[in-house]
Structure formats: structure tokens, C-alpha cells
């Protein structure tokens, strides 16, 4: 099976019930706390407590931008504007 088919399948890239909660924990918060991450969450103005996608800046040479959202949320220019404004923010540092 190819990339491109998992791509099709949200199932195969999901994390498991507390894997998010696991990964903020135990990679995200050291990093940040190390001054290694930025991390960013993409929440809409008419439901701002609802999280829809993320945006993470890292030192690591060889990783240092990773990005996701929720497939309702795709294809609407909204993590392409998200981007455009971290991009932004980094450029003035």
C-alpha cells in the first residue's frame, strides 16, 4: 500500500484516544519548556474553544514545521492562511 492510499483512509493516521493528550504531555510541553518548540492551535472566531488544527515550529534541523487539520476544515484556505501568519510572525524574530 502506498502513501496515497493511506491518505485516503483518515482511520490509518489517527492517534489513539489519548495520544494527543500523551504527545502534548510528554514531547510537546518539555520542548516548549526548552525553548526547541512553538506550538500554535488553529481555532475558528465563532467557536473559539473548539481546536481545528495546529501548527508547530521546531530548532531540529532536519524537522522544524509540522502542521494538521481536522478534515472538516480542509480545503478552505484556513491552514494556508494560518501559515501565512506564523511564516510571518518567525520572519520578524
Same mark, same amino acid.
Given at each position: 500500500?502506498?502513501?496515497?492510499?493511506?491518505?485516503?483512509?483518515?482511520?490509518?493516521?489517527?492517534?489513539?484516544?489519548?495520544?494527543?493528550?500523551?504527545?502534548?504531555?510528554?514531547?510537546?510541553?518539555?520542548?516548549?519548556?526548552?525553548?526547541?518548540?512553538?506550538?500554535?492551535?488553529?481555532?475558528?472566531?465563532?467557536?473559539?474553544? +473548539?481546536?481545528?488544527?495546529?501548527?508547530?515550529?521546531?530548532?531540529?534541523?532536519?524537522?522544524?514545521?509540522?502542521?494538521?487539520?481536522?478534515?472538516?476544515? +480542509?480545503?478552505?484556505?484556513?491552514?494556508?492562511?494560518?501559515?501565512?501568519?506564523?511564516?510571518?510572525?518567525?520572519?520578524?524574530?
Amino acid at each position: 500500500m502506498g502513501n496515497s492510499a493511506l491518505l485516503n483512509e483518515p482511520d490509518t493516521l489517527a492517534f489513539p484516544a489519548d495520544g494527543a493528550v500523551k504527545h502534548f504531555r510528554d514531547v510537546i510541553m518539555p520542548a516548549i519548556d526548552r525553548g526547541e518548540c512553538w506550538q500554535w492551535t488553529l481555532r475558528l472566531k465563532s467557536v473559539p474553544d +473548539q481546536i481545528i488544527g495546529s501548527i508547530s515550529l521546531e530548532t531540529n534541523e532536519n524537522y522544524n514545521r509540522g502542521f494538521w487539520i481536522d478534515i472538516p476544515w +480542509q480545503r478552505q484556505g484556513l491552514m494556508t492562511e494560518a501559515v501565512a501568519v506564523v511564516t510571518d510572525y518567525c520572519s520578524k524574530r
